[in-house]
């Protein structure tokens, strides 16, 4: 094999180790921002204006007026912070990074297929690579690294589950 051959070979499967990383790292920040944009909605539309009239139905009962007052509370400090974490437009950020890591990180897959069937096209999947490569470096820009749930211990665990799974099944077998 060539130079080229060999440099677009490592360098591709650091880009898709990469891609991937990030794809597999937007997995819980989706699910765990989803999880509370739910608990908030559900908080709210408890303590909304037609449930605040059952709710006005338990002041009168003893015992249920500190639990209503307690709920109510907890929505509305739930609402608050819904709004100022911007809590649904980070569940739809991270899906669509997590559906674009996915995209590159297959067609990286696909073009590390070709270049053991197509050697001899090397020049054209190096000018693919590069910009599938600067596809990556927009992606890579464009993920939130302050989320307030993207964690050393989530990005540790990632990179593990990561390796566990390559070391297993390689690069032509993943999902």
Known sequence: MTDLYDELWNDSWKTWYDTYFMELLAEPLEANWGKFDLMARILVTTTASSSAIAGWQLWQEPGYKTGWVVIAG?????SIIHSVFQVSSKVKYWSEAKGNC????HKLQVLRYRMKTEPKNIKKLNDEYLTY???FAKLDASIVNSDLFMTEKLKVATQSKLDS????NGTSQLP
């Open 74 to 78: 907890i929505a509305s400090l739930a």
């Open 102 to 105: 996915s995209k590159l990180r």
């Open 133 to 135: 490569k600067d596809n």
């Open 165 to 168: 799974m390559v070391a297993k």
